[in-house]
């Protein structure tokens, strides 16, 4: 290809992603953040390959930033400096397969259960480590049916639990309950257990909110997976937090990368820890949480303003999905609306905000005929 026709495919392909960045609201991406002060980097390779706190011969690596980052989480996550163990991983899947690994390991006669609204990842790791899987009926908003989840713990009294526990679904933003779950096994005399919590987006936004459950290691979880999706990041990853105890239990050591056979992959991005030490640094826990609000209220507005249209749809507490009733194809390409069923749902990252909001409902209920001209839309008070 000549150097001129490069360069055209290029700004094509900008344009393209502009525009497409312009108009999405289905899929959980904070899509409003500048990384252009650490773009330099790029033109270096960085590998973390192995255990992010072994230091290898290898030079060419972002360890030390990635060890902020996991201290970073492992506060928010109120587990002690000395008892932590975690990585920044590829995404919310490795994390969620790293913590199902581990669980197999400790507990390798142990059955996963985890509700039908559980991420495919959840299913896959099952597949991957042999897992027996117990799949749990959901409620309606997406949480674990309790019920359900109790007949199936107290026909298999016998053998430890794995448990997977929602922490915001992927598809309503549904929270399952620690404490219920908790209550269950010990109503049961489960005392083999391992509760791995996929906290994918919600991982860092409920921590922020007043009233929110609280769900850390204070209280007996084992694992947790968190991706990148709420801070944003140009390449997808994402970090798992566990108990050193439970790592130090399963570790190899390998000579070959002077380091320990601790991670699911081999290889590991370097430029991801430098991207989310970046965040964290420049955002700081006042700015997350700052955007963790305006994202609850934004979502609630836009609930709201179907909700008085009666427009079908629903918002759990605590969430920022708001799931409705699917509208014309013609919204859903230019909106890249996620759709299940007869429903679609609206992910209110940062990058959607309430003037997004406002033009997505004016085409929206214009279209249904719940609206008489664009104009009344704007007029509606902002509700809290
Ligand atoms: C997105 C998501 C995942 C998977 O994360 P990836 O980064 O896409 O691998 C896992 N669990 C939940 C609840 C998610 O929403």
Redesign the pocket.
Known sequence: MSSNRVGKELADFLLQIEERSQFHAGY?YNLSCDYSAIGKFFNFLLNNAGDPYVEPDFGLHSRKFEQEVLSFFAQLYKIPENQFWGYVTA????G?LYGMFLAREIYPNGILYSSQDS?Y?IAKAAKLFRIQHNVVNSQINGEINYEHFEQLISENRSSPAIINL?I???VKGAIDNLDQVLEILERNQIKDYYIHC?A??SGLILPFLDGAPQINFEKPIDSIAI?A?FIGSPL?C?VVLTKKKWVEKIETAIEYIGSKDTTILGSRNGHTPLILWYALQTRGDDGLAREAKTCIQNAQYLFQQLKIREYPCMLNNFSNIVVFQKPSQKLIKKWQLAIFENWAHIIVMQNIDREKINTFLNELLLEEGLLNNAEDFQLQPVLR
């Open positions: 959980p995404g919310g899947t490795e969620n991420h990842s929602n915001g679904t992927t996929d994918a987006l991706s999706k997808p994402g």
